[in-house]
């Protein structure tokens, strides 16, 4: 299994607009993210999360070339608007639609902001196309599965996907953008190989885990290794992961992990 973190960063991306704070004035490059989303390669099935502003020139930076299944955590600007830039791997399956797996609140986004785009077949050569499904419990294909569970993030629920290649066991949870982690969702989480959460600073927020709840959610699902993600300009690289627990790091933009 293969795991790229596409991007890292929150709504505002890092660093911000208008701002000269340490870390967005920083050289370290791990302090330069764009905002949040991976790739996941089970056994050559290439999955693409989310969508964020920076998707064409994350997939061009990372050396993006296939998308075999495509899912949409949730309808918030800075996972969808990018969306457009699917229209490449649109043309790349010979000018079919592309399924976009998603929950109700996710589908009804997608209508407003791409209305253009939903339907079979692309409205002209070198569009996208969106064919729009509710996520499933489990997604199974020949290479493994994907668990989705309904994580909550302020008035909306998101999707945490657990993902299992079959051939070798290896288990990957990405629960991002959500408050709190509900039972459901640790019990399904257990036993994984690598976990990545949602820890966006350390003060805490309405919608999202400060760095200290992630730290606790970290250390009840046990698993060996952890990784937050969903960083604002209040977390500084090299400071904040010589402060965290053993087993949990900070993830940043272009970390491949392949196991």
């Known amino acids: 299994m293969e795991v790229i973190f596409l991007g890292t960063g929150?709504?505002?991306?890092?660093?911000?607009?208008?701002?000269?704070?340490?870390?967005?004035?920083?050289?370290?490059?791990?302090?330069?993210?764009?905002?949040?989303?991976?790739?996941?390669?089970?056994?050559g099935l290439h999955v693409q999360v989310d969508a964020v502003p920076e998707f064409r020139l994350q997939c061009v930076r990372e050396g993006i070339r296939q998308l075999d299944v495509f899912i949409l955590t949730h309808g918030h600007a800075d996972h969808i608007v990018g969306m457009d830039d699917l229209r490449r791997f649109c043309d790349l399956i010979g000018g079919a639609a592309l399924t976009v797996h998603t929950t109700?609140?996710?589908?009804?986004?997608?209508?407003?902001?791409f209305p253009y785009a939903?339907?079979?077949?692309?409205?002209?050569?070198?569009?996208?196309a969106f064919r729009l499904a509710a996520m499933a419990p489990v997604l199974?294909?020949?290479?493994?599965?994907?668990?989705?569970t309904l994580l909550p993030h302020g008035s909306i629920q998101t999707l945490g996907l657990?993902?299992?290649?079959r051939s070798s066991g290896r288990k990957f949870v990405y629960y991002n953008d959500c408050?709190?982690?509900?039972?459901?969702?640790?019990?399904?989480?257990r036993g994984a190989d690598v976990v990545v959460l949602d820890g966006l600073r350390p003060d805490p927020h309405p919608s999202h885990m400060s760095i200290g709840e992630a730290c606790l959610v970290a250390a009840e699902i046990g698993a060996p290794a952890t990784y937050l993600t969903h960083l604002t300009h209040a977390v500084d690289h090299e400071g904040w992961s010589a402060r965290l627990p053993a087993g949990v790091r900070l993830s940043h933009d272009g970390l491949r992990l392949t196991w």
């Open 10 to 43: 929150t709504s505002q991306g890092v660093p911000m607009i208008a701002c000269e704070c340490a870390v967005c004035t920083s050289p370290d490059p791990r302090n330069r993210r764009t905002r949040a989303s991976i790739h996941v390669v089970m056994d």
């Open 162 to 165: 657990v993902f299992t290649e």
């Open 140 to 148: 199974d294909f020949p290479q493994g599965t994907i668990h989705s």
């Open 104 to 113: 109700e609140e996710g589908m009804s986004r997608v209508r407003a902001i």
């Open 179 to 189: 408050k709190t982690v509900p039972p459901a969702a640790l019990a399904l989480a």
């Open 118 to 128: 939903v339907g079979e077949k692309p409205a002209s050569r070198g569009y996208a």
